[in-house]
């Protein structure tokens, strides 16, 4: 993150990184990705090459410059954006990030089930932010495709977590069975 004179960030760049790409779980191995995530970005600020994700709000007040760029680009939602606006472009992207500020924030869970469920997103959703092990089986019921986990997580560990739970109580993107229905 680089700092003007003044203090203000120019462009947080959120990235752990192994060269130039980032280390997401992705249909259950771990992966180098390209994506590189931008958290805040000034008006004057010029964008790096490459695949980027950028906050929703930038992405509605810049769509025509982010158009024109060079790479591919996503967004980033948080659990207070409107969920309706962001299905109403959400086919656009081949990859929406959901933000997990913190561990008990779950709106991000209702918003890839929505996403997924009734608004038919098909594209890849990321879970990003305090994203932990023992969330991970939970979201990707919810329909989260990929996670990137802080660096200092244990990704081989947290590999493991999808096969914490044989046993589904509920209905979920996934289709797998509940219990109930296995009598």
Same mark, same amino acid.
């Given at each position: 993150?680089s700092?003007?004179?003044?203090?203000s960030?120019?462009?947080?760049?959120?990235?752990?990184?192994?060269?130039?790409?980032?280390?997401?779980?992705k249909?259950?191995?771990?992966?180098?990705?390209?994506?590189?995530?931008?958290?805040?970005?000034?008006?004057?600020?010029?964008?790096?090459?490459?695949?980027?994700?950028?906050p929703?709000?930038?992405?509605?007040?810049?769509?025509?410059?982010?158009?024109?760029r060079n790479g591919n680009?996503?967004?980033?939602i948080?659990?207070?954006?409107?969920?309706?606006?962001v299905?109403g472009?959400?086919?656009?992207?081949?990859?929406?990030?959901l933000?997990?500020? !913190? @561990?008990?924030?779950? &709106? %991000?869970?209702s918003?890839?089930?929505? #996403? $997924?469920?009734?608004?038919?997103?098909?594209?890849? +959703?990321?879970?990003?932010?305090?994203?932990?092990?023992?969330q !991970? @089986?939970?979201?990707? &019921? %919810?329909?989260?495709?990929?996670?990137? #986990? $802080?660096?200092e997580?244990?990704?081989?560990d947290? +590999?493991?977590?999808?096969n914490?739970?044989?046993?589904?109580?509920?209905?979920?993107?996934?289709?797998?069975p509940?219990?109930?229905?296995?009598?």
């Amino acid at each position: 993150m680089s700092r003007s004179r003044k203090g203000s960030t120019k462009l947080a760049l959120v990235k752990e990184k192994k060269g130039n790409s980032v280390r997401v779980i992705k249909d259950n191995q771990i992966i180098e990705d390209q994506w590189q995530r931008l958290e805040k970005i000034e008006p004057d600020q010029k964008l790096p090459n490459g695949d980027i994700i950028v906050p929703f709000a930038y992405w509605r007040a810049n769509r025509e410059t982010l158009l024109d760029r060079n790479g591919n680009t996503a967004i980033f939602i948080m659990g207070d954006d409107k969920i309706d606006e962001v299905a109403g472009v959400a086919s656009q992207f081949d990859l929406i990030a959901l933000e997990f500020p !913190l @561990f008990k924030d779950g &709106r %991000c869970y209702s918003h890839a089930r929505l #996403l $997924k469920e009734r608004y038919g997103y098909k594209g890849e +959703l990321r879970a990003v932010g305090d994203v932990l092990r023992d969330q !991970l @089986f939970f979201m990707k &019921r %919810c329909g989260i495709d990929s996670f990137q #986990l $802080k660096a200092e997580k244990d990704m081989q560990d947290a +590999l493991k977590s999808f096969n914490d739970f044989t046993v589904k109580y509920q209905t979920a993107t996934d289709a797998a069975p509940p219990i109930y229905k296995l009598r």
